[in-house]
């Protein structure tokens, strides 16, 4: 079975250690997180940026960078 795609209500309370909407938006204001608010006025958070924000989700695979030291002939 495959995890909900955001953090339950208990996850979330669990998380910012606060029940109320407003307390858990502060928390995670604070924290630099990103989230969204819902129709219900809560605040919702993906399941895998939570993860990955808690230092416990798949690490992204490396992008293509391109070399800046060949254009400045280094």
Same mark, same amino acid.
């Given at each position: 079975?495959?995890?909900?795609?955001?953090?339950?209500?208990?996850?979330?309370?669990?998380?910012t250690g606060f029940k109320?909407? =407003? @307390?858990q938006v502060g928390w995670?204001?604070?924290?630099?997180?990103?989230? /969204?608010?819902?129709?219900?006025?809560?605040?919702?958070? =993906? @399941?895998?940026?939570?993860?990955?924000?808690?230092?416990?989700?798949?690490? /992204?695979?490396?992008g293509y960078r391109p070399?800046?030291? =060949?254009?400045?002939?280094?």
């Amino acid at each position: 079975m495959e995890s909900p795609l955001f953090l339950s209500t208990d996850e979330l309370e669990t998380l910012t250690g606060f029940k109320t909407p =407003a @307390r858990q938006v502060g928390w995670l204001r604070t924290k630099g997180w990103r989230f /969204e608010i819902n129709g219900n006025r809560r605040p919702i958070v =993906a @399941r895998k940026y939570a993860e990955k924000m808690l230092g416990c989700g798949v690490p /992204e695979e490396r992008g293509y960078r391109p070399n800046f030291g =060949a254009l400045q002939g280094a």
